[in-house]
């Protein structure tokens, strides 16, 4: 196999080198090699994700979805299951109708019983991650899409157990989260849901951190909730999905994918990253000057800036934005933060001036962990958990709206680097006689 690999890779890399640009069919060669970058296949009304704009949900930018939906008395930010209406129908509730599905998730929030003695199970050292994704799997037993399926159902009634199954699975999301953390960090000593709390309320409580966490909570699952369908964690549900598994099976490999350290697992190595840097920093204040260099050497020593660039934003992420305004307003001066915002000072001009980065802005993931932290939340391992919850929201909406619409089975057609290889030849044999 080594020796397969090492006659295999000078060709692959030929091509992206030399013959990116060269047709096969409606795509280049980069395109096919490089991941399907940029290739519009896929089809999403939820959330559409702009270069220099950002993401905007249902046509909403971030700031306009936080000012128009409905907030929870007390709060800065609305209810997620206002959010979650808002995702699905495409029209902002009236506070009646969040408070309806309020009622409606709490009836629905229990978690059975063999969840927990399944993970009580598992090894101590299994990742929360993997923990998380094995609930939702473990699960699948209670789909009601499987059951009115075998019993024969329309097609265009796919959508309607669909939708059943995502907010049964939704609605226990947030205790099965708190449950994972409270087993492998707090004894398993489980705190009881509060009938009376809300999605975001109900899980700060469940976790055991007071006020205002409930509020971090809400802004985070509704940054995090969905980012167009391209990326790993959505595509992976989504491709998974249209094979009319149900959003059981879905879910979990979208989480699955969620948790590659290029994707969901980004934001706890960017936290690791940032501590290690105020280490090197030695209790120094951050300073314009001092983090610069400090931000050149690591460049220097051929290691990335975690947290910045992004595979289609060319902007700061508005998802940052919201969370180092949360961060102004009641973190001011945490010294984590102060580092992050120095850094998000510095960082744009020195990635600009070493030239080898798209993007030099920071992504979601460059603030996120440090408000955990702050919180009290110090389990990093446990912070893609927070993402899956989050991005479940918009995943879900998007295969209960895949079921309504009939979507197909997702099967795009493969080729073979020969195949590749051939049709660069004929480009370049072309080109020369298109130069004769």
């Known amino acids: 196999m080594l020796a397969k690999i090492q006659e295999h890779r000078p060709r692959t890399q030929k091509l992206v080198k030399e013959h990116a640009n060269v047709k096969i069919g409606e795509v280049t060669i980069g ?33 306009e979805a936080f000012a128009a939906l409905p907030k929870v008395p ?61 609930s939702i799997l473990s699960m699948q037993r209670e789909s009601l899409f499987v059951k009115r399926y075998n019993e024969g159902m329309k097609k265009d009634e796919y959508w309607d157990p669909t939708y059943e199954d995502s907010t049964n699975l939704l609605a226990k999301l947030p205790s099965v989260a708190a449950m994972i953390y409270r087993l492998k960090y707090k004894d398993d000593k489980q ?21 205002p966490y409930d509020d971090v909570a809400r802004m985070y699952f509704i940054l995090h909730s969905d980012h167009e369908s391209g990326n790993v964690s959505a595509h992976t549900t989504h491709l998974v999905a249209s094979a009319l598994s149900d959003v059981y099976y879905a879910l979990s490999a979208g989480i699955n ?16 990253w940032i501590m290690k840097f105020q280490e090197k920093l030695g209790g120094k204040e951050p300073t314009e000057e001092n983090v610069k260099q400090a931000l050149w050497d690591t460049l220097k020593a051929g290691q990335v800036i975690p947290g910045y660039g992004h595979a289609v934003l060319r902007k700061t992420d508005p998802r940052y934005i919201a969370q180092m305004e949360f961060c102004q307003k009641n973190l001011p001066n945490d010294p984590l933060f102060k580092l992050v915002n120095m850094i998000y000072k510095v960082a744009p001009g020195v990635l600009t001036e070493h030239g080898k980065t798209k993007n030099p802005w920071p992504n979601v993931d460059a603030q996120s962990g440090v408000i955990q932290w702050y919180y009290g939340l110090k389990e990093w391992d446990f912070y893609t958990v ?11 909406t998007n295969t209960t709206w895949d079921r309504a619409l009939g979507y197909a089975i997702e099967r795009p057609k493969s080729v073979t680097t020969k195949m590749l290889e051939d049709v660069a030849s004929q480009a370049i044999k072309a080109d020369d006689l298109g130069a004769d």
Not at 262 to 271: F, I, S
Not at 386 to 396: H, M, S, T, W
């Open 31 to 63: 395109q096919a090699i490089g991941g399907a970058r940029g290739v519009r296949m896929l089809v999403t009304d939820i959330s559409y994700l702009d270069p220099f704009e950002g993401i905007r949900f249902r046509g909403k930018t971030i700031p």
């Open 74 to 134: 007390g709060s800065d930010y609305p209810y997620v299951e206002a959010f979650w209406w808002f995702l699905l129908t495409g029209e902002v509730p009236t506070e009646q109708q969040a408070l309806e599905v309020v009622k409606d998730f709490q009836s629905r929030r229990a978690v059975p019983a063999y969840v927990g003695n399944m993970l009580r199970g598992m090894h101590p050292d299994t990742h929360p991650m993997t923990m998380f994704s094995a």
């Open 191 to 211: 705190i009881p849901a509060d009938p009376k709390l809300d999605f975001g309320g109900n899980f700060a409580h469940q976790m055991g951190f007071p006020k």
């Open 257 to 272: 994918g969620l948790a590659g350290p290029l994707h969901g697992l980004a934001n706890q190595e960017v936290l690791r």
């Open 386 to 396: 927070l993402f899956g919850v989050g991005r479940a929201i918009g995943v879900l």
